[in-house]
């Protein structure tokens, strides 16, 4: 498999970790102070996956960049790392140590103490102890990790682990101490006769302690929003904190007043809302708590994709295979692997055999056969035997890592759709403010008695309701989803365009060799028509192709390779230009050519014509063997079809695509294989440099194209396409070119893609309808527009359960995305 190729360029783009963004206000507030940063080409902010995607030109610097985050308000999550230094003598030493480890991308400071001999030195999370190892070693200083260091996969799923415990805490916390306050409070105005016991038993006291219970809440648990909201406040950058601070702060403040200074309220506004502000901080914790837990399923792709790699590796040291930690293996490394373990990294068998579970690198359900000189890859599954390989990459450079850096990016990415939501949302705090605001003056001075409280009590619902967690949401968590699960199908996205473009498919253009077809001619047919031994008579054919570099005469040796039959050196062989071969072999003259060559040997071969013809029919080569001067075979070679093509042309079919075929073959072959496979659209006799034309011509004709191919020549097409889809066990140019790769190499996953695609702009289209259907009818409720009608007010506390369920209902919507059924399963057989 060629996945080994870099698959993005790291010098441009950038992958940073974001902490503090709840809602698509903070979104656009990161994006907006990362565009402003020099040489930054394009900033992509995504919320459910806390990451910014950053295209940035050499001239910029990734630490601006994290400069420019940390100055809007939020932070980059970083790890801390302690080096042992060997070698440091004086203070230049102590400075270029430091300077070559904050020159190491993705280190954000680096402090070397000479006195110690040690480095601490803090990074994001993509930065491995070896790349830190190897830049001190680059300068003449050996470098050792003092402590294990958890992997970005450990380290991030800690901190998660830390801020749920932290937010169940919280709320666990709150809502004890609402409860009381809410039973207490509601009952009054339910149960007959309470308020007055209520009042008659406690008095004034009874409302100090729900002053007590509200205040807690309020700067206990709720204190998280006030450390986000107000500084967004101060600088005049609202987000969602900001309205949950506004709203639950004015409710909790106004019945202070009442409380402690009732005299300072009109007559008959002294109302107590301590239940509203304790209830809304209750409520919307427990929000952010189930969207912490769906969050965490939305990444379950990644991890499983990070969980794969194995954390220890056997390799060989003076002789011996000993237990080393993965950090230590290098290039040229041998490493054994016993039955039932991980394969450490990428490599090729020295010796040994095996059965492979590849299933979450390509999607292939059936475990592949390993043997001598094969490849295998890091993060699969050694099923049966035990064999020893060398290392060929290590780190970044495996598949698994090339893998997961395509989806984090896919993940990361800013569908079309998304603009939308952007425009939105760069108005939408401001305007929810301005809305709080005017509710609140026309309540002060429209409303019945008391007004003042009218208008405090339907401002802070306005305020609440309108929190634009669920529009910030909707896109992201189904992108997540949706490349994740294609991603455990063997399918890549490495762009979200893609996921968004393919949908709208109306053709799919495929490239033959090596997509539809294997690549590689083998021996299809083999009819004797003489007395002969077919093992013997295959023994001479093979025997005497042996000599010869033809195409045709590696099938037929590998047909002979597979039936096990001995090869017999030949004693003459000459190649006859145009005709074919001939051989002596064990003292039989051996002739193996088209009909030219028999004819030319005087061999009548018309009987045989309609065998021939039909053979030519199905795409076939057909060739005679003669020996000793009489006919003795008649074979064809043929590029044969994959078994899984047929399958998946008409799983296309089925979701109302159209199927073209692009190849150079000549027409009569093209339309043969056409016709058994049903590809509507056939074009033939295509150069290398043709098929770019061949691309603008087919989507004149049915609009948005997508194009599958695996070679060289198919990169420029690719490249053209609306949608390029390489086939992952092509080359590498062609990988790189494309928007989409096929991890197995198996036209299924085309069908796969497109599904994928499908459910998944659905399912964001589901999600920003509810999302923005929400907010635009709840907002008006909020407001009081229902009470000159019916009566009906929208207490702050409903609209703080509805505003917490509204994201919750997003974020289920989108992990329905994770039991999405492939058209075709990966392994399924046609």
């Known amino acids: 498999m060629n996945m080994r190729a870099e698959l993005q360029n790291e010098d441009a783009h950038l992958h940073i970790p974001i902490e503090g963004m709840s809602c698509a206000s903070c979104v656009r507030r990161v994006e907006t102070a990362i565009a402003r940063v020099p040489g930054v080409v394009k900033a992509s902010v995504n919320l459910a996956a806390e990451a910014a995607e950053v295209e940035i030109a050499p001239t910029g610097d990734r630490s601006s960049v994290i400069a420019a985050i940390r100055s809007a308000g939020y932070e980059v999550p970083q790890d801390s790392v302690i080096l042992e230094i060997d070698g440091m003598t004086c203070a230049s030493c102590v400075r270029r140590v430091e300077q070559a480890l904050l020159a190491v991308p993705g280190v954000t400071g680096a402090s070397v103490n000479l006195a110690t001999e040690s480095a601490s ?113 101060i600088r005049l950058t609202p987000d969602m904190d900001s309205l949950v601070v506004l709203g639950s702060t004015a409710a909790w403040a106004y019945s202070t007043v009442a409380v402690f200074a009732p005299g300072v309220l009109p007559a008959g506004t002294a109302n107590i809302y301590f239940e509203a502000s304790a209830v809304i ?117 495996t598949v698994l890592a090339q893998i997961i850096k395509m989806v984090e990016t896919a993940q990361g990415a800013k569908l079309p759709i998304q603009a939308m939501v ?31 409280g009218f208008a405090v009590v339907n401002a802070v619902a306005v305020l609440i309701i309108a929190c634009p967690c669920a529009m910030g949401l909707a896109t992201p968590t189904s992108i997540m989803v949706g490349t994740g699960r294609a991603a455990e199908l063997g399918v890549l996205f490495r762009n979200g365009d893609a996921l968004q473009s393919l949908r709208s498919t109306g053709i799919v253009a495929l490239d033959k060799t090596g997509t539809i077809t294997l690549g590689r001619p083998a021996l299809t047919d083999f009819e004797i028509v003489a007395e002969h031994d077919r093992p013997r008579l295959l023994s ?108 998946a042309i008409d799983a296309l079919h089925k979701l109302g695509l159209k199927v073209a075929m692009v190849t150079g073959d000549n027409r009569h072959t093209a339309k043969a294989i056409a016709s058994r496979l049903g590809i509507d659209e056939v074009l033939s006799e295509v150069l290398p440099d043709g098929k770019v034309d061949a691309v603008k011509r087919l989507r ?22 609306d949608i390029g889809i390489a086939i992952g066990t092509g080359t590498d140019i062609a990988i790189e070119s494309a928007d989409v790769v096929l991890m197995s190499g198996d036209l299924r996953g085309v069908a796969n893609a497109l599904g994928l695609s499908q459910a998944t702009i659905k399912n964001i289209r589901q999600n920003l309808f509810w999302a923005f259907a929400y907010n635009a009818s709840l907002i008006p409720v909020a407001a009081g527009l229902l009470y000159p009608v019916t009566g009906t007010l929208l207490s702050p506390m409903l609209a703080a359960g509805a505003m917490a369920l509204s994201s919750v209902f997003v974020l289920g919507n989108a992990l329905r995305l994770k039991r999405y059924e492939a058209p075709l399963a990966a392994g399924e057989r046609p």
């Open 121 to 233: 030195v803090h990074t994001e999370r993509n930065v491995t102890a070896k790349t830190l190892q190897d830049a001190v070693a680059s300068i003449g200083y050996d470098a050792r990790v003092k402590d294990n260091v958890r992997s970005a996969a450990e380290h991030g799923a800690r901190k998660k682990e830390i801020e749920f415990s932290r937010l169940k805490r919280d709320f666990l916390t709150a809502a004890v101490l609402t409860l009381p306050l809410f039973l207490l409070e509601m009952g009054s105005h339910f149960i007959p006769g309470m308020h007055g016991w209520l009042g008659g038993t406690f008095g004034h006291a009874l409302y100090i302690f729900y002053f007590v219970l509200a205040t807690i809440v309020q700067f206990g648990p709720g204190l998280r929003f006030y450390r986000k909201g107000v500084p967004s406040l």
């Open 281 to 397: 901080i209750t409520l919307i914790l427990m929000g952010r708590l189930l969207e912490a837990r769906a969050k965490g399923r939305t990444g379950e792709a990644i991890k499983r994709l990070m969980n794969l790699q194995a954390k220890t590796a056997r390799v060989e040291r003076d002789g011996e295979f000993i237990e080393t930690e993965l950090d230590a293996v290098v290039v040229g490394d041998v490493i054994r692997v016993r039955p039932g373990e991980s394969i450490p990294v990428d490599g090729e068998i020295l010796t040994g055999s095996s059965f492979v579970d590849e299933a979450m690198i390509s999607g292939e359900a059936a475990p592949v056969s390993k043997g001598e000189g094969d490849e295998v890859i890091g993060g699969t599954i050694n099923k049966t035997g035990s064999f020893t390989y060398r290392a060929t990459k290590i780190g970044a450079d």
């Open 422 to 452: 952007d425009r939105v949302t760069a108005w939408f705090v401001p305007a929810v403010m301005a809305a709080a605001l005017a509710t609140f003056l026309v309540w002060l001075i429209f409303g019945p008695e008391p007004a003042l």
């Open 540 to 647: 001479l054919i093979a025997s005497a192709e042996a000599g010869s570099e033809h195409p045709v005469a590696e099938a037929i040796l590998e047909a002979a390779r597979k039936e096990d039959i001995p090869l017999n050196q030949a004693e003459t062989f000459n190649a006859i230009a145009g005709f074919g071969i001939e051989a002596m072999i064990d003292g039989q003259n051996v002739n193996i050519g088209a009909d030219r060559l028999m004819e030319k040997l005087g061999i009548d071969v018309s009987p045989y014509a309609d065998v021939v013809a039909k053979l030519a029919g199905e795409a076939k080569t057909p060739l005679y063997a003669a020996v000793n001067g009489k006919l003795a075979a008649i074979l064809a070679v043929a590029d044969p079809i994959k078994p899984s093509s047929p399958a």
């Open 700 to 721: 004149e004709e049915h609009g948005v194209l997508a194009f599958v191919g695996d070679g060289i020549n198919d990169a420029p097409a690719l490249a053209e396409a």
